[in-house]
């Protein structure tokens, strides 16, 4: 069992900046990958990065590409979602979660298995 814990949602202006934090317990990330995806209202879940734990290859969605950032701290098994110049588009409730990925399927939804109870984000303009 893993359970993640999202932290860092907020109200922040656009142009601003937010780091979101993603703390996993139970078993650790070492063989899955760990991947952030967003829900606006009335819209899809949609894939924003993700981050291979042993290698730390990166990916991203092209609507966050130059302006996001995924990283991990092993010693503290926990995942970072940096995200700078932030529009109003980004609002949303970002979730972060965590599966054995496969490939390069980071962004499906059912390569994750373990996801957390999700972040506000709200960008205002």
């Known amino acids: 069992q893993v359970q993640l814990v999202e932290s860092g949602g907020g109200l922040v202006q656009a142009g601003g900046s937010l780091r979101l934090s993603c703390a996993a317990s139970g078993r650790t990330f070492s063989s899955r990958a760990m991947g952030w995806f967003r829900q606006a209202p009335g819209k899809e879940r949609e894939f924003v990065s993700a981050?291979?734990?042993?290698?730390?290859?990166?990916y991203y969605a092209d609507s966050v590409k130059g302006r996001f950032t995924i990283s991990r701290d092993n010693a503290k098994n926990t995942g970072y979602l940096q995200m700078n110049s932030l529009k109003p588009e980004d609002t949303a409730v970002y979730y972060c979660a965590a599966g054995p990925v496969y490939g390069r399927n980071y962004q499906l939804i059912p390569s994750y298995d373990y996801w957390g109870q999700g972040t506000q984000v709200t960008v205002s303009s």
């Open positions: 981050i291979r734990w042993s290698t730390g290859d990166t």
